[in-house]
């Protein structure tokens, strides 16, 4: 997930892109043979059978050039994340390009088996690239799968390109053309362009479809991937800024050619998940507006920010509920800045097929701890969102490792998927500000009586070798 405006306000981390990308394809290791069943994990890079978790700090100082970012892979194992890594910059062997100043390499990332090799393959946004004379055009890289991933690589095509057009802030896979296969969506802000998979490693992907809506378009700024109408098809919900002092969210569903925008939302912005609360298998829809005093609209959080929930149907999405710390059965209190809604995720916490809501607030206040940052975790229930059984997890929580710091940000990034191989999805939480702007990750064991603290793990920047002032965590695999 990219960094979103909101979070940018909060961090003052906004710089301007220099330099240019000096490199395209290449091919270092042994091509797999691409008649391979396609991979059966989105997100087993190595093909070991167990989950790994790339984590993204896009605004890590590398070979003296600040924000040229980095991701760091974190393998994981029969019990879950390990500290075995692979770390990629622009300076190591198979990643195109060189790091240069404010290239935020990293600030999206995304998996999938895009070449049906049996691997899952790693695709990193990095917006502020600049491209010959084009400054802040923007690329992704694709690092392909194997037993040993990311020897090879190659970039997207950008057809007419322009300065500041940000191609890769956010990033996507799923079966968007219905073949069954694994497609690439990139996000710009002004269009959502569409590469088909399959291609051979050796090949430049070219864009297939640029999804855009004229004279209506929306600022997008991050998109995720679910099957809303029950088709079997992933389809693509992309979250944004309507320009009218309206946030909005398009839903486009994929199909057999192209994928098709099928309806628009009035809220969302800040970030956006799918996944099915009321196990009725129709993907349902959160998004949340973290700083509403920038938009004409209803604020019920005072400044907190809030979240939207809508059930997923063969039609499309249903009413909105809303959701904000004063609403009933939420712990903590509306207070202005707690960016409430940071993150969202969407999976099934406890395997019993209603999937959970958790929902990152990393402005949140505890105690006299300005931005110390919590999450709220929602129970998935036949009626959609439960308001019953609410947890809130910092790292103030028994059992979590640390202690709540001023400044720590805990909740920037939230993802939930099964590490430990056990049916129930387990969360992962980044604190991008952790010991002083260096970063942490934390796991959370899924349970079928739900989340607790309870055998939670931390693993922070210095354990992958990442030097102080990192910021580890401000993106996470999508």
């Known amino acids: 997930m990219p960094l979103s405006f909101r979070t940018a306000v909060a961090t003052a981390v906004a710089t301007a892109a220099v330099t240019s990308l000096t490199g395209g394809l290449l091919v270092v290791g042994p091509v797999a043979s691409a008649a391979a069943a396609p991979a059966k994990l989105a997100d087993d890079f190595n093909g070991d059978g167990h989950r790994d978790?790339?984590?993204?700090?896009?605004?890590?100082?590398?070979?003296?050039?600040?924000?040229?970012?980095?991701?760091?892979?974190?393998l994981g194992s029969a019990d879950g994340l390990t500290t075995k890594k692979v770390t990629l910059t622009q300076s190591s062997a198979g990643v195109p390009g060189t790091p240069e100043e404010s290239d935020h390499f990293g600030?999206?990332?995304?998996?999938?088996?895009?070449?049906?090799?049996?691997?899952?393959?790693?695709?990193?946004?990095?917006?502020?690239?600049?491209?010959?004379d084009f400054e802040g055009q923007g690329s992704v890289t694709i690092l392909w799968g194997g037993v040993k991933p990311f020897t090879s690589s190659t970039t997207t095509t950008v057809e007419n390109p322009e300065k500041w057009q940000s191609h890769g802030y956010d990033v996507a896979v799923g079966d968007f053309t219905g073949d069954s296969g694994a497609d690439l969506a990139v996000i710009e802000p002004g269009a959502v362009v569409v590469y088909k998979?399959?291609?051979?490693?050796?090949?430049?992907?070219?864009?297939?479809?640029?999804?855009?809506?004229?004279?209506a378009g929306l600022l997008y700024s991050e998109?995720?991937?679910?099957?809303?109408?029950?088709?079997?098809?992933?389809?693509?919900?992309?979250?944004?800024?309507?320009?009218?002092?309206?946030?909005?969210?398009?839903?486009?569903?994929?199909?057999?050619?192209?994928?098709n925008r099928i309806q628009r939302v009035d809220d969302g912005n800040t970030a956006v998940a799918l996944g099915d609360v009321n196990g009725d298998g129709f993907d349902d829809m959160a998004t949340s507006l973290t700083w509403p005093q920038f938009?004409?609209?209803?604020?019920?959080?005072?400044?907190?920010?809030?979240?939207?929930?809508?059930?997923?149907?063969?039609?499309?999405?249903?009413?909105?509920?809303?959701?904000h710390q004063n609403s009933a059965g939420v712990p903590g209190a509306n207070e202005d800045g707690d960016n409430w809604g940071a993150s969202v995720a969407i999976g099934d916490i406890t395997g019993d097929g209603k999937a959970e809501l958790v929902v990152g607030a990393n402005g949140e206040q505890l105690g006299d701890l300005d931005n110390a940052g919590d999450v709220t975790v929602f129970?998935?229930?036949?009626?959609?969102v439960s308001q019953s059984g609410v947890v809130r997890?910092?790292?103030?929580?028994?059992?979590?490792?640390?202690?709540?710091?001023t400044g720590d940000l805990f909740g920037a990034q939230v993802r939930i998927a099964d590490y430990d191989n056990n049916g129930k999805g387990d969360l992962a939480v980044t604190a991008s500000f952790e010991n002083d702007r260096s970063g942490g990750l934390w796991t959370l064991p899924g349970t079928s009586s739900g989340l607790t603290g309870s055998g939670s793990k931390s693993l922070s920047s210095a354990d992958f070798g990442l030097a102080s002032g990192s910021r580890f965590g401000e993106s996470l695999l999508d």
């Open 295 to 323: 938009f004409s609209v209803d604020d019920p959080s005072n400044g907190s920010g809030y979240v939207t929930v809508r059930l997923g149907s063969r039609t499309g999405f249903g009413d909105p509920v809303t959701l």
């Open 393 to 405: 997890v910092s790292q103030d929580t028994t059992g979590v490792p640390g202690a709540a710091e």
């Open 223 to 259: 998109a995720a991937v679910g099957d809303v109408n029950g088709d079997g098809k992933d389809d693509l919900a992309v979250t944004g800024d309507a320009g009218t002092g309206r946030p909005g969210t398009d839903i486009f569903t994929g199909q057999e050619g192209r994928p």
């Open 379 to 384: 129970r998935g229930s036949a009626s959609g």
């Open 197 to 215: 998979g399959g291609a051979a490693r050796e090949s430049k992907p070219a864009p297939a479809y640029t999804l855009s809506v004229p004279g």
């Open 53 to 74: 978790l790339a984590v993204g700090a896009p605004y890590k100082t590398v070979g003296g050039a600040e924000a040229a970012g980095a991701v760091v892979v974190a």
């Open 107 to 132: 600030i999206s990332i995304a998996s999938g088996d895009l070449d049906g090799d049996g691997y899952a393959d790693l695709v990193v946004g990095a917006d502020g690239e600049d491209v010959g």
